[in-house]
T-cell receptor, first 108, second 114 residues
C-alpha cells in the first residue's frame, strides 16, 4: 500500500464550478499535510498546509482534514482556467511522502 | 519571502561531461533537499541536508554527488550520467530540521543527458 494515494484523474470541471481533489494516507501517525500545485514543466508551488482536523480556508481554496478517516481534500471554488495543473498531496511522517498527483483541467 | 533559486534553468550534457547544479536560499532555512522528477511522476527524494550535514542519501548512484558549502548553498555535482538521468532536478528548503516543516521548492533545472 502506498503511503499517499490520489486519484490521478484527469479531472475536468467547467469554469466557475467547484473542483474537489482527494487524498488518502496510510499512516495514522502522519502529522502535517500539504497541497502543492504544479504547472507542466514547472516546480511544485505550495497552496495550503493543514495540521489539525477540520477546514482551513485561503481565498478560493479550502483544505479539509479528517484524521479518523485518514483523508485530506482540497476544494477549489470558482475554478478558473489558470487552475489547470497537477495537484500534489504531501504528508509528513518521518519524511515527506508525495502522492502521484491529480491532473485538473478547468474548461472555459 | 520564500524564494529558492536554482541555476542553470536548463542543462544539456554528454555522458562523459562533469557539471554542477546550484541551489541557493536566503531565508535562513536549515534543511535543504534534492529531488528528481520524471514526467507525470511525483518528486523523488535524492538527498537531504539538515544543518549542513548529509542526513539522508536515498541510495542514489555515485554519479550524483551532493555538497553543502554553507547553510544557504546546495550543489549537486554530476559525472558520467546516463540518458535515463534526464529529468527535472528540484531543490527545496524548509525552515527547521528535515521533515518537520513545509518545504519550498526552487524552479528546477531541466537536465538532458545525450
Amino acid at each position: 500500500q502506498k503511503e499517499v494515494e490520489q486519484n490521478s484523474g484527469p479531472l475536468s470541471v467547467p469554469e466557475g464550478a467547484i473542483a474537489s481533489l482527494n487524498c488518502t494516507y496510510s499512516d495514522r501517525g502522519s502529522q502535517s499535510f500539504f497541497w502543492y500545485r504544479q504547472y507542466s514543466g514547472k516546480s511544485p508551488e505550495l497552496i495550503m498546509s493543514i495540521y489539525s482536523n477540520g477546514d482551513k480556508e485561503d481565498g478560493r481554496f479550502t483544505a479539509q482534514l479528517n484524521k479518523a478517516s485518514q483523508y485530506v481534500s482540497l476544494l477549489i471554488r470558482d475554478s478558473q482556467p489558470s487552475d489547470s495543473a497537477t495537484y500534489l498531496c504531501a504528508v509528513i511522517r518521518n519524511q515527506f511522502y508525495f502522492g502521484t498527483g491529480t491532473s485538473l483541467t478547468v474548461i472555459p | 519571502d520564500t524564494e529558492v533559486t536554482q541555476t542553470p534553468k536548463h542543462l544539456v550534457m554528454g555522458m562523459t561531461n562533469k557539471k554542477s547544479l546550484k541551489c541557493e536560499q536566503h531565508m535562513g532555512h536549515r534543511a535543504m533537499y534534492w529531488y528528481k522528477q520524471k514526467a507525470k511522476k511525483p518528486p523523488e527524494l535524492m538527498f537531504v541536508y539538515s544543518y549542513e550535514k548529509l542526513s539522508i542519501n536515498e541510495s542514489v548512484p555515485s554519479r550524483f554527488s551532493p555538497e553543502c558549502p554553507n547553510s544557504s548553498l546546495l550543489n549537486l555535482h554530476l559525472h558520467a550520467l546516463q540518458p535515463e538521468d534526464s529529468a527535472l532536478y528540484l531543490c527545496a528548503s524548509s525552515p527547521t530540521v528535515a521533515w518537520a516543516d513545509t518545504q519550498y521548492f526552487g524552479p528546477g533545472t531541466r537536465l538532458t543527458v545525450l
